[in-house]
């Protein structure tokens, strides 16, 4: 099978039940579990041949051992990400750490849990010391956007991944009554030349039932404005349970006519295998 018709998704979760030798931090919703074994068979299901496996942060914070762990049995379906520290003391050395742990390929940055500015140290070490190593950088920016831009400018060596359309997502039904209405910021992010996007979660922003098809014309202003060549398809499997299936999340990106067969092809893996420089190994 070749990279260009690979199907890869780039946001899933993976995570074990509550419990006192993982505890977790904070509560994300979700099944009470998603263990590698499972979303490996959610993936499966739908002929997705592989994904981005992002450490949760609101459970595990900046450990990421579980998904080391998930990744240990599925070496070839699973590229790894997890969340940095900006107020650690040693985020070069620890970024360092990580790029050379087999299956990694990025990092992360939790903007919207901080009250930081574009001047704030441990934010630019970061997205500095992952420029370095050849890192992605995984911002999580929904009403955080300029921030997120002036963080771009000053990183110009860094590709940075804006997470989820940059939008605030709904984890239940319905979608909030604008849910693009910041679509203004998500554009203006796509004249950096470093910054790439996630069409993550999508589907979540619908009024409409599946296909969703009122999600069209506003990512259709983001694809225009970025390229193809800059956003990556994704479901953000499992925050996204009570809002739709994951079939449901895959499947509305197949059958839309807002996207042709070789659209589809750049959007749900090309885009992805580059700019992670992975690609699973089915």
């Known amino acids: ?21 993982r505890p977790w931090h904070g509560h994300l919703e979700g099944p009470e579990e998603m263990t590698g074994d499972d979303m490996i068979a959610a993936m499966d299901s739908v002929g997705v041949d592989g994904a981005i496996l992002i450490s949760p942060f609101a459970m595990y914070q900046y450990d990421a051992s579980y998904a080391l762990q998930v990744y240990e049995h599925y070496p070839n379906k699973f ?5 940095f520290d900006p107020s650690s003391d040693s985020i070069s050395d620890e970024m360092a750490q990580w790029a050379t742990t087999p299956g990694v390929v990025g990092a992360r ?9 574009a001047d704030h140290p441990g934010l630019n070490a970061i997205l ?13 920016a929904s009403e955080k ?6 963080l771009a400018r000053r990183n110009p060596d860094t590709q940075v991944i804006i997470d989820h359309v940059g939008l605030a997502q709904p984890f239940v039904p319905p979608a909030p009554p604008e849910p693009f209405g910041d679509l ?14 996630k069409i993550s979660g999508a589907c979540t922003l619908s009024h409409q039932p599946f296909p969703y098809p009122d999600i069209w014309e506003p990512l259709s ?17 499992t925050r996204a349970v009570r809002v739709l299936t994951y079939e449901q999340g895959v499947e509305a990106f197949r059958v839309t006519e807002s996207l ?23």
């Open 1 to 21: 099978m070749s990279t260009q018709s690979l199907t890869i998704d780039c946001q899933v979760h993976c995570y074990e039940r509550n419990s006192p030798e």
């Open 79 to 83: 590229g790894l990400v997890r969340p």
């Open 109 to 117: 940055i939790m903007l919207n849990a901080y009250d930081f500015e």
């Open 128 to 140: 500095a010391a992952a420029g370095r190593e050849g890192l992605p950088v995984n911002v999580m």
């Open 145 to 150: 956007l300029p921030l997120l831009m002036e």
């Open 184 to 197: 203004p910021n998500v554009l203006a992010a796509s004249q950096l030349d470093n910054v790439a996007i």
């Open 221 to 237: 202003r983001v694809f225009d404005a970025f390229g193809l060549e800059r956003c990556l398809w994704g479901t953000d499997w």
């Open 260 to 282: 042709s067969d070789s659209d589809r092809a750049i959007l749900m893996g090309r885009t992805l295998s580059r700019i992670y420089k992975w690609s699973p190994n089915p």
